[in-house]
């Protein structure tokens, strides 16, 4: 077992996943990211991304919903949703390799090769079971959840998400569900899309108190962000986990072009660290990394670098 060590999930295939420009998820932040990267000198280890199947969506997923993708992408004509989410073609496959590099993800943690594994251009969040939302075809996050708990017998999961935006997708259709526990700190709703994520909800049914929202207020920075790890570490004690997924989006970073947080790249990695740390402590290290968001390409470099350092320490 190379456990002590983390992992990235990064090749070619990660390209793929990018809308045309001007769309703000656009090729730029993989570039970006990919061109430093391949100047990194450090000894963690790289896997190639994967396609997930067919069936793997479904876990997740409708099938009338896939097959709208499907369709859509050999014409790469029109929206996936009311106006946020372009067709292009081959988004199928492309949202498909998001997917699947995420289950890979799981499957190299779970099987006990890695601890700490990174997929940086995952972390879905905002796509529906039945449509796509934000950016976001698949929701690779939902899929694994409903993965691990397949293929592996995992219960309890810790979601934690640091992007700028409320994860609306993994929050409502887990909202019921009490073995999901979800801290999601993000720009409060009323000055950022989707306008979700208020303190007051909880989680609904059996399921309140498994859910923390931290809407943080514009120009929030570091300190902020470090004091909602507070909680979010308090929290996540009440519970038995056995694995943690991190969406990690960097548009809460200074400069990000479509979101107003300030969070500095130290304040940011020491997020990111303590989370590493936390997962030592509750769940034997196992933590799932994902990219999620972020519009300026300097950032989505300079956060992903910081997290690989991390993973690798
Ligand atoms: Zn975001």
Redesign the pocket.
Known sequence: MKNSKGCIIWGKESFLYSFPEPHPMNRKRLESFGLAFKEQKNNGDIEAPKICSYEDLLLFHTKDYVELVVNKSKTGEGFLDYGDTPAFLGCFEAASYVVGSTLKGVDLIMEGRYKRVFVPMAGLHHARRNTAAGFCIFNDIGVAIEYLRKRYGVKDILYVDI???HGDGVFYEYVKDPNVYIADIHEDGRFLYPGTGKREERGEGNAFGTKLNIPLLPGASDDELLFAFEEVKNFAWEFKIEFIVLQA?V?GLAGDPI?HLNYSIEGYGKFVKNMVELSSEICGGKILILG??GYNPENTKKGWLMIWSIINE
Do not use: P, Q
Request: proline share 0%; hydrophobic share 10%.
């Open positions: 992007d700028a935006h989006g548009d979101t999620g968001g």
